[in-house]
């Protein structure tokens, strides 16, 4: 299970601010964009989206967008950003974080991932060797995959609140 628990929880992905991020030695960040940055139904990032990148940009933090949608999505979103993105990544798989941190320049320990999936984010950078950020979805789905995932997912957030007590 431990694959699984996130290093770190926020509420929304701009807590995790440029100091925070600059304290536990991160150089780079891999975002997942769906539920985390905005929600599937807005095609373009937000200016609150916009302002968060731009901060970390302007303390030194290189970005890079790993999903696993598709090529029109992601770069439409992406064409205000302008950041290396990877598209149908097949996360947990770990190639294209991998792919991602090599072009930031980063290694494993500089980096974070931040999503909203626990089976695919979480995962994802456990297999790459990053550590994990994790946010609530912005938007969650009410399919009956999604449902049994956040099912799934309930044991895995405690795990994490009493690690987090300790």
Request: with cysteine.
């Amino acid at each position: 299970m431990l694959k699984f628990v996130p290093d770190y929880c926020f509420n929304r992905f701009d807590e995790a601010d440029a100091e925070f991020l600059l304290s536990i030695g991160v150089r780079g960040i891999i975002l997942d964009v769906d539920n985390t940055l905005e929600p599937y139904e807005n095609a373009l990032p937000g200016e609150h989206v916009k302002a968060w990148i731009s901060s970390l940009r302007e303390a030194g933090i290189s970005l890079s967008i790993v999903s696993n949608n598709n090529g029109e999505r992601i770069n439409l979103f992406n064409s205000e950003l302008g950041l290396p993105v990877f598209y149908r990544a097949k996360k947990p798989f770990k190639k294209n974080l991998l792919r991602a941190m090599e072009k930031m320049g980063t290694s494993p320990e500089e980096t974070v991932a931040m999503g909203d999936q626990i089976f695919t984010d979480v995962w994802a950078a456990r297999n790459a060797g990053v550590r994990a950020i994790l946010v609530p979805p912005i938007n969650d789905r009410r399919d009956l995959l999604t449902r049994f995932k956040r099912l799934l997912e309930r044991p895995i957030l405690k795990k994490y609140r009493k690690q987090k007590e300790e």
